[in-house]
């Protein structure tokens, strides 16, 4: 997506909330190094990828995958498979949680109005009703355990919306926020 928006715009945002980025988030800095150099995407012909002759279609580029192992190396990372199954927990965990945060924080009036944004802006599953319509489904116990578990790697980025955690101890759901008086 970076590719194709133009990696330079998330730069220049990125600088502009340097000064001000909270110290204990984790920040990458691999989209960093390749603006650095001046690989915005398919407008300069390179970025995460490679676009030959004006190509449409990426190719990879081996000194990117050298940019992130150097990164890796930086952080003590090492690298770990994970199961299609674990790459959706984890996606969903994250999309709920910011969506919690945006209902409580009064951005969205309801978890409702997350639900048709996702739906109609974003291409969410209509079977699955919503980001916040799947919580309820799934269980909002569940997402907070999830949240909980992946916090023991990075408690500041998993760090659970006090929505969410009301809701579950009260034994309530997000639909029970989209009904009025």
Same mark, same amino acid.
């Given at each position: 997506?970076?590719?194709?928006?133009?990696?330079?715009?998330?730069?220049?945002?990125?600088?502009r909330?340097?000064?001000?980025?909270?110290?204990?988030?984790?920040?990458?800095?691999?989209?960093?190094?390749?603006?650095?150099?001046?690989?915005?995407?398919?407008?300069?012909g390179?970025?995460?990828?490679?676009?030959?002759?004006? /190509?449409? =279609?990426?190719?990879?580029?081996?000194? $990117?995958? +050298?940019? #992130?192992?150097?990164?890796?190396?930086? %952080?003590g990372? !090492?690298?770990?498979?994970?199961?299609?199954q674990?790459?959706?927990?984890?996606?969903?965990? /994250?999309? =709920?949680?910011?969506?919690?945060?945006? $209902?409580? +924080?009064? #951005?969205?009036?309801?978890?409702?109005? %997350?639900?048709? !944004?996702?739906?109609?802006?974003?291409?969410?599953?209509?079977?699955?009703?919503?980001?916040?319509?799947?919580?309820?489904?799934?269980?909002?116990?569940?997402?907070?355990?999830?949240?909980?578990?992946?916090?023991?790697?990075?408690?500041?980025?998993?760090?659970?919306?006090?929505?969410?955690?009301?809701?579950?101890?009260?034994?309530?759901?997000?639909?029970?926020?989209?009904?009025?008086?």
């Amino acid at each position: 997506m970076a590719d194709l928006a133009g990696g330079d715009i998330g730069w220049a945002t990125r600088k502009r909330k340097a000064a001000t980025r909270d110290p204990r988030e984790r920040y990458v800095q691999i989209a960093d190094r390749l603006c650095e150099r001046g690989w915005f995407g398919q407008k300069t012909g390179r970025g995460y990828y490679l676009y030959p002759e004006g /190509a449409r =279609i990426g190719q990879p580029d081996p000194e $990117v995958l +050298a940019i #992130i192992e150097a990164e890796r190396k930086r %952080v003590g990372l !090492t690298p770990r498979a994970f199961t299609n199954q674990q790459i959706v927990r984890r996606y969903m965990a /994250a999309m =709920i949680n910011e969506g919690a945060n945006v $209902v409580h +924080a009064g #951005i969205a009036l309801r978890p409702l109005d %997350v639900d048709v !944004t996702f739906l109609s802006g974003y291409g969410f599953p209509r079977y699955r009703g919503g980001p916040m319509k799947y919580a309820d489904l799934i269980g909002l116990a569940n997402v907070l355990s999830s949240l909980r578990e992946f916090a023991e790697q990075d408690a500041f980025f998993w760090q659970p919306s006090p929505l969410l955690v009301d809701l579950v101890l009260r034994e309530s759901d997000f639909a029970s926020l989209n009904r009025t008086a």
